[in-house]
């Protein structure tokens, strides 16, 4: 049964970075797609940012692009976002998912990690 773990959220002041982690367990990892989504205050889901199962193409959203990188060790079965120049507005619980990105909520089944922007 395929198992996603996120971390590495916390509270930061604008323009801080945080890195978010997320351990993948029962399927094989480098033969997926993966993605970052988040959901911010009273709204739904939102894509942030997707990779290739080898690491070698990923695409992000438009207000992220330049400030955040999604990653991955296949070594280590983790994916990653590093979150560079964080905005008030990037306050959101983030989820790592696997596969084609989906906004349905009930498709991630991990706590996820909260992100916290703010002086």
Not at 10 to 25: D, E, K, N, T
Not at 50 to 61: C, E, K, L, M, Y
Request: aromatic letters at 6%; charged letters at 15%; glycine letters at 12%.
């Amino acid at each position: 049964q395929a198992q996603l773990v996120e971390s590495g959220g916390g509270l930061v002041q604008p323009g801080g970075s945080l890195r978010l982690s997320c351990v993948a367990s029962g399927f094989t990892f480098d033969t997926h797609a993966m993605h970052w989504v988040r959901q911010p205050p009273v709204k739904g889901l939102e894509c942030v940012a997707t990779i290739n199962g080898v690491g070698t193409w990923s695409n992000h959203a438009g207000d992220v692009k330049g400030r955040f990188t999604i990653s991955r060790d296949n070594a280590k079965n983790t994916l990653y976002l590093q979150m560079n120049s964080l905005k008030p507005e990037n306050t959101a619980v983030h989820f790592c998912g696997k596969g084609p990105i989906s906004l349905q909520r009930d498709d991630y089944l991990g706590q996820g990690t909260q992100v916290t922007v703010s002086s």
